[in-house]
């Protein structure tokens, strides 16, 4: 048969070569060859993926804690009491019992002895001891740093150490006058404090 020019047999196609052009990097470069066919799912691999699809299994939460879960509740340390003494700050107060000057770090909460005293919010029994100012104390740990103290408490009925309470619950009851706040009628003092910072109760519960 004729040849073309080129050399080429006429009729017949001429072969594909690879283009073998050196590369910048000095390489030789070949077509990229077809795609592999994707290997076959492994069936443990399809087995946790269909697990991993799955509906997670839904919490029972009890019908009383639901609205805990929405928000923080908070309750005050005596049931329909007032303030007689507020929180002051950093500005100095005259104190009748001590006679002099000084800052009041917490809030009273006017009552009578034996009322109940009750937790403002959420939170484990951290420590309860008597102090020969303050009366019978107890502290609780809200978390995130949030510490209630109660003073003036009676000694008997106290929870333990290490009692996780919620907001409303009782804690124990009025003990009667303060030796530290004696001057003022029966009352529950009730100190906050977030971290190193002493924080106005009334500022928490009415958030």
Known sequence: QPETVSGQVEGIPAPVLRDETPSDDGEHRLPPKDPLPAPAQDPMETAQTSQT???????????DSIERLREKIFALPVRESEVTRAFSGEELVYDETMCDWRTHNGADFVCDEGD?????LDGT??????????GHCLILDHGAGLLSKYCGLAANDLVKVGTQVFAGQTLGRAGGAIPMESTQPCHIHLEMTEGDMRVDPMSVLTH
Do not use: F, N, R, S
Request: no cysteine.
């Open 125 to 134: 029994v951290e420590k309860v001891w008597a102090d020969p100012m303050w």
């Open 116 to 120: 109940e005293v009750l937790a403002v």
């Open 53 to 63: 699809d799955a509906p997670p299994v839904q919490e029972i939460v009890p019908p």
